[in-house]
């Protein structure tokens, strides 16, 4: 087996441990914060009732029952059922709110990205002259930014003054597109729905521009340092030297060799996205799965709050996961 090989191997065993540490810290924790049922049920509901219905959930077992049981309830895919939403399956509800979160969060991945990485290189490549001040305030700005603000002017001013683009939800009423992946854009690609098509980009636009915005000043930051730092390497004057252009110089060999950090930034700040942009989704109601976990916060939906965190906790590890073994390709000075 080929030295790569072992190392995906251990570095998927790893995985491991951290999972179960993670479910562990979810569990517990979720146990500290008081009796689910009495907080749905109100101080006055009968003890008969609230006693029925937490032997139903497990809670009057031992604890390390529950824990086995939880456990092997995960093994199973199963994250319990909703204590108010009619017993639905957690997980069938998270799998209706997920394809949103996603949505939203490859668009402003990609918008922040390619923002941030671009004007970081053009900051470094200026390095101390007013470009380069102007992309630092950018960076600095950008990270304080308050998010409900800024989106909420945006739908001042493109949605109320403009009226050029909606403020609101995933997509018009009845556009909704053939259900296929649950990514309202690319169901409409599939089917050829032209209009559905139009209708889900224009609703994605200002919160896709209010997070991508957001996190575009990490990358600026970021990209710029390390860019700085590469750029007054040996072996960029030894390419200057040697007649390459500029262009190649800059984004073949110097942006290659900053990359890794930046790639490390990219996988949290995508798990993030992933596990919840709430304040971006509450602002627009978008019906995704931050939105999901405020509402059952709020609710005290303890079983779904506890399978939402699970799942969450899960999708960070996997994305870290697959940063790391992207390492070995982008660089291959890192020994596995």
């Known amino acids: 087996m080929s030295t790569l090989r072992v190392y995906i191997v251990r ?128 960076g600095i700005i950008t990270y304080a930014i308050f998010i409900p603000w800024l989106g909420m002017l945006l739908q001042l001013i493109f949605g109320v003054y403009l009226g050029w683009l909606p403020t609101s939800g995933r997509i018009d009423p009845f556009m909704t597109p053939k259900m296929v992946t649950g990514l309202y854009i690319l169901d409409s690609l599939i089917t050829f729905n032209i209009p559905s098509l139009i209708s889900a980009v224009r609703h994605l636009i200002l919160p896709t521009v209010t997070l991508g915005f957001y996190l575009s000043g990490i990358y600026t930051r970021l990209t710029r340092a390390h860019m700085l730092d590469v750029l007054q390497r040996d ?56 939105t999901f976990l405020a509402e059952r916060i709020l609710y005290r939906d303890f079983t779904t709050v506890q399978g939402t965190i699970v799942f969450f906790a899960i999708l960070v590890v996997l994305v870290s996961l697959i940063v790391d073994l992207l390492y070995v390709y982008i660089d291959p000075r890192i020994r596995y």
């Open 235 to 290: 072996f960029i004057t030894a390419a200057r030297a040697r007649g390459l252009s500029e262009r190649v110089v800059i984004y073949r060999h110097a942006l290659k060799n900053a990359f890794i950090p930046i790639l490390t930034m990219m996988g949290l700040q995508f798990a993030a996205l992933l596990a919840g942009a709430i304040l971006t989704e509450t602002t627009f109601s978008w019906p995704g799965m931050g």
């Open 11 to 138: 570095r998927l065993l790893l995985a491991i441990p951290m999972i179960l540490v993670l479910l562990t810290i979810v569990f517990l924790i979720m146990r500290a914060v008081g009796d689910p049922v009495s907080a749905i049920l109100g101080a006055h509901a009968p003890r008969e009732q609230i006693e029925r219905i937490k032997a139903k959930l497990g809670l009057n077992d031992p604890l390390h029952i529950q824990y086995l049981s939880y456990l092997w309830g995960i093994l199973r895919l199963d994250l319990g059922r909703s204590m108010i939403w009619g017993q639905r399956p957690v997980l069938e509800e998270i799998m209706e709110h997920f394809p949103a979160t996603l949505e939203l969060s490859i668009s402003a991945f990609v918008f922040s990205v390619v923002i941030g990485v671009f004007t970081g290189i053009f900051s470094a490549c200026r390095y101390n002259r007013p470009p380069d001040h102007i992309f630092r305030l950018y």
